[in-house]
């Protein structure tokens, strides 16, 4: 009967997961190796080789023997996130965790840097749109009250143009439209003016042809007809001479009878 025994060396494995300098795991992150009956076999940062760890996670990794990661509590109790791997070799597990504070520490850092930036970038974009609403909302409404003074009856309004963008278009069309506006009431008024003084002329035309045909009713001597005939035309009609001439008996001379 023999026994045949082997034995390997882990103070070069050892040194090597043990080191505190390398960054990779951060302040709480560490990383041991765990045998069947769940001793740390090598021993992390915070708990030397020799130790029992009982957790469910690594009583999971040595009854499944399968590799995985967890969200989980180790074996101090602490919500960590590991990565456990099974060395089938050597019926070993390979443990490596780190605390989810720490982990999610550059989470919640880029988080809150663009729910920063978020804010920031609506921030800008109030202001860029309240100035912009300011910028087009202002003249706009400027031509707005222009409008209704216009509608008013004041035609002499005008927008003020200083701009060189479509609103400084819109406001030269409105003058424009004012311009014409204006230049069609005036000639309005000038028609409905000349065709006033041609109607009262025309009423006074009648008027004058009404009396002389009632004085040519009403005078039965015919050198006083002439005469009177004569001075109401001249006055009525507003001329300055007005002569009436009256054919002779043979019809070819035409004789002053009176002016």
Known sequence: LGVVAGEANLIELNNIMSRQEEPTLGETGETYLVGPNEIMLIGSRFLPAGNEVQSPVIQDLLETRENFTATTENYANQQV???YHWISNYGVGLVAEQTRSEAFQEVNRTIFINAGIALLSIFIASIASLFIAQNIGSPLSNLAQIAQRIAGGDLSERADIQRRDEIGTLAESFNSMTVQLQDLISGLEQRVAERTNALAQRSTYLEASFEV????ATVLDQDQ????????IRDRFELYYVGLFLLDGSRQWAVLRAG
């Open 81 to 83: 996130i590991g990565v």
């Open 225 to 232: 007809l002439i005469n009177n005939v004569v001075e109401v």
């Open 213 to 216: 045909g009632q004085t040519a």
